[in-house]
C-alpha cells in the first residue's frame, strides 16, 4: 500500500564478461603464425646442452637418495638407543 515511502536496494549489475588466458591456445596461436609468415626461428639442438640437461638429471636423484637415507639411518639411530636405553 505504501510501498512509495520504502525504497528498497536494487543489485548492482555488470557488464561483466570474463577473459580467460589459455597458454596452450596462446602457444598453438603463435606456432600457427609464424608457420604462416614463413618465420620459423627454431634452433638445432647443441650436443653439449643436451648432454649437459641429460648429466644434471641423473645427478638430481642421486643427492636426494643419499640425503633421505642419511636421514633414516640417523632416526633408526636415536630410536635404537632410545630403546636400549628404556629396556636396560
Known amino acids: 500500500m505504501f510501498k512509495f515511502l520504502v ?8 557488464d561483466y564478461t570474463p ?6 591456445k596462446e602457444d598453438l596461436q603463435e606456432r600457427v603464425e609464424r ?21 644434471r638429471n641423473s645427478v638430481r636423484p642421486q643427492t636426494i637418495n643419499k640425503g633421505s637415507s ?3 639411518v640417523a632416526i633408526a639411530a636415536i630410536l635404537t638407543f632410545i630403546l636400549w636405553y628404556l629396556l636396560k
Do not use: M
Open 70 to 72: 642419511t636421514r633414516i
Open 19 to 24: 577473459i580467460y588466458y589459455d597458454e596452450a
Open 7 to 14: 525504497k528498497l536496494p536494487r543489485y548492482k549489475s555488470f
Open 35 to 55: 608457420a604462416q609468415a614463413g618465420d620459423s626461428k627454431r634452433t638445432p639442438l647443441l650436443r653439449g646442452s643436451l648432454k649437459d640437461s641429460w648429466s
